[in-house]
């Protein structure tokens, strides 16, 4: 599996455990008060531009290209300069603290989430990566993921983070926001209740990258879901817009997580490749030390050519479909946590040069 800590490795039980049925898992956390004294007193940052150590500058982020047939393509990685927008990361459910909510601290798993599906993305904005007290792996195996109080300590965290980014380092910059599953819905939230209602909010939003998620729509839409007003990214280029998408490698089953809304609504699914500009070809990029079948490689490996992506909707679902390319050096991506999930855990970096493509041409064509 990619990107999966040891702490990821349970997270399959865990939701299956807390679900108790065939029903799908909600399309967010519900909705919470947040008080200041569910927040952190100062916001800790993971990564933030000028910090030392910064962990999602360090390292090597250069990528190795493998083509069928073996031939190896080395591509340096180039971190942009002086970029005009910044990013706002929100990591995935990585903990595997002890109780609820993780604390206030960083930990091997968030860097390994924040180097894997955040830091390239330094190549088009400057990242900033707040920590927050999350969910724990081990409340969803106990049942307690949807707890209130610890939803409203983990979005609370998030939220002063935001405040505290825009006081202190936003001064009118365009905002990509970036998040994954946990990650994704929190950042879902922020965005429904600063950003959409807000006018002068919107036009600071240069995107929002909300995958596995369960963004919704009103059915057959760009809006009436999650959002009110800003709208699906459906074409290279489109600012102030949302890209949501859940993979799947087939069909997401009738009690899928993901993939799938309430009635009246519909799963979220842009494109990335079409954002992208290369309609169908995926450009993944999987962290080397992730690859038992890269040895010698360090940084990441691209395979291009190697997946095809569409948006499908079929029997009351919404997913990206992807396929592997026969013959391709890629290793086969099988749902590994179970087909109610489908490539959940590799929603980000199957697609990783795609959303980086895609967040290149949004920054090119933003207008503040």
């Keep these: ?106 930990s091997p798993e968030i860097v390994s989430a924040a180097r894997a599906q955040a830091a390239r993305f330094t190549s088009v904005c400057r990242l900033f990566v707040p920590v927050y007290r999350q969910v724990t792996v081990g409340a969803l195996i106990t049942g307690r993921f949807f707890d209130q109080a610890a939803q409203q300590t983990a979005y609370g965290d998030v939220l002063q983070a935001w405040h505290d980014y825009l006081r202190d380092d936003n001064d009118g910059r365009g905002v990509v926001l970036l998040g994954h599953s946990q990650g994704a819905m929190a950042l879902a939230k922020l965005l429904a209740a600063e950003v959409d209602p807000d006018p002068a909010a919107r036009k600071q939003l240069v995107s929002a990258l909300l995958l596995g998620g369960n963004v919704t729509t009103a059915a057959g839409k760009d809006v009436g879901g999650s959002f009110a007003a800003v709208p699906a990214c459906r074409k290279p280029g489109q600012t102030g817009c949302v890209v949501g998408y859940s993979s799947f490698s087939t069909a997401p089953p009738a009690d899928a997580f993901f993939g799938r809304a309430p009635t009246g609504k519909q799963a979220l699914c842009t494109d990335p490749t079409v954002l992208a500009g290369t309609p169908g070809a995926l450009h993944p990029y999987l962290p080397a030390d992730r690859l038992p079948a890269a040895p010698r490689l360090d940084g990441f490996v691209a395979y291009p050519g190697s997946l095809r992506a569409s948006c499908r909707t079929a029997g009351g679902a919404t997913w990206l479909q992807v396929t592997r390319v026969p013959g391709s050096p890629i290793p086969e991506q099988p749902q590994d946590l179970g087909p109610r999930w489908g490539l959940h855990v590799g929603d980000v970096n199957l697609a990783l040069g795609d959303l980086v493509e895609t967040v290149r041409r949004q920054v090119a064509a933003y207008r503040p």
């Design 1 to 106: 599996m990619l990107l999966r800590p040891l702490a990821a490795l349970v997270l399959a039980t865990a939701l299956t455990a807390c679900s108790g049925s065939s029903t799908p898992a909600p399309e967010a956390a519900p909705t919470v008060a947040v008080s200041r004294t569910a927040t952190a007193a100062k916001t800790l940052w993971l990564c933030r531009p000028g910090m030392t150590p910064n962990p999602c500058e360090s390292g090597v982020l250069d990528a190795t290209a493998l083509a069928a047939g073996g031939a190896r393509t080395a591509e340096d990685f180039v971190p942009a300069q002086d970029p005009p927008v910044d990013c706002f990361y929100v990591y995935p459910t990585v903990s595997s603290a002890q109780g609820t909510n993780a604390p206030l601290a960083s």
